[in-house]
Structures are given as structure tokens and as C-alpha cells.
């Protein structure tokens, strides 16, 4: 089945760059931890802490411990993908969830999306199917929500609906 609707991991990036971006996440944490364990190693090696041996060993062990944490997160970030969608109105990424759903509760799946009713949508039984599945992007601090139903043809989910956009207005989600 030859659909011209666009998955939701390209539409949200086609709605501009003053919309979603993708972005990294920062350096600092991983290189800040790195600074810590090597300045606490670094003060391992000093004359007046050689003469406490427990403080000296405690401050190394530590050190080392924080140094390879940072390393760590500094290749995680560096290596990772190319990142992740970041709402520009509102500074904050986006987080990613996928809920799945048997395939004959696809109409009521697609009337809750529709509506925005995510709270009725949580609600609904999803059994063991997999036949139908929502993705949302969702901001925390405004509730801002890209959302987009996926119908499962043999081996591959397609788009069943164009993604949609909500934003909170006091309780109720409505269309942006």
C-alpha cells in the first residue's frame, strides 16, 4: 500500500526550523564530570595528601570513578544519533512514546487522536495486538503534542492519518 503521507519523523522536521530543530544534547554535563575526576586525581598528587593515606586513596578512587563517568557521556553524546526533536517556541525537547493497540480498535484510536483526547486514549484496552500504533513527541512544560496513527501492513507500520499538532489550553488539547 503506496501512501503520500509523511511519517511522523519527517513531518515534525518539515514544519520549520522555527518549530522543531534537531539538536544534540549539551557537552557540559560529561565535561564538567571529566574536570572534577581530573582535578580530584590531580590532588591525589600532592605532598601535603600523600602523608593521609585513606583521604588520598578515597579522592583517587572518586576521581577515577568521576573521570571515566564523564568520559562516558561525552562519547555517548558524541557518538549518539544526530539528535533529537527540540520545540523552539517553547526550549525544550521532545519526548518520544509509543503506545500500541490491537487493529480492529483502529476507528476508536483515530477518533480519540483526532480529538486530542489523550486521556481517553490511555484509557482504551489495548490487548495483545499490535495492529494499530500512536506516536507522540510531547513537550513536558506546555504539553504541546505531534501526534500520528500507524496502521501495521505485513512488516512495516504505515501512516494511517497526517500528524497532528495540539497544544494545551487548560485541560483539553486542541489543534494548532
Known amino acids: 500500500m503506496e501512501t503520500n503521507i509523511k511519517h511522523i519523523d519527517e513531518a515534525i522536521y518539515g514544519l520549520g526550523a522555527d518549530k522543531v530543530i534537531k539538536k ?3 557537552l557540559m554535563p560529561g565535561l564538567l564530570t571529566l574536570i572534577v ?3 580530584m586525581v590531580a590532588v591525589t598528587l600532592m605532598p601535603s595528601i600523600k602523608d593521609t593515606e585513606n583521604l588520598s586513596f578515597g579522592l583517587l578512587f572518586m576521581g577515577a570513578i568521576f ?11 558524541l557518538a ?3 539528535g533529537r526533536p527540540y520545540y523552539v517556541p517553547t526550549k525544550e525537547f521532545l519526548k518520544r512514546t509509543e503506545m500500541y ?4 480498535l483502529l476507528g476508536k484510536v483515530r477518533e480519540c487522536v483526532c480529538k486530542g483526547d489523550f486521556a481517553r486514549l490511555a484509557e482504551i484496552d489495548g490487548g495483545m495486538g499490535t495492529g494499530v500504533m500512536v506516536v507522540m513527541y ?3 512544560k506546555t504539553g504541546t503534542t505531534f501526534c500520528q496513527v500507524f496502521d501495521y501492513i505485513p512488516h512495516n507500520y504505515e501512516p494511517a492519518d497526517e500528524m497532528l499538532a495540539f497544544g494545551k489550553n487548560g485541560s483539553d488539547y486542541v489543534l494548532v
Do not use: E, P
Open 24 to 26: 544534540k544534547r549539551s
Open 37 to 39: 575526576g581530573g582535578a
Open 67 to 77: 573521570a571515566i563517568t564523564g568520559l562516558v557521556l561525552l562519547v555517548l553524546v
Open 80 to 82: 549518539g544519533s544526530g
Open 101 to 104: 493497540y490491537d487493529g480492529q
Open 138 to 140: 510531547r513537550g513536558k
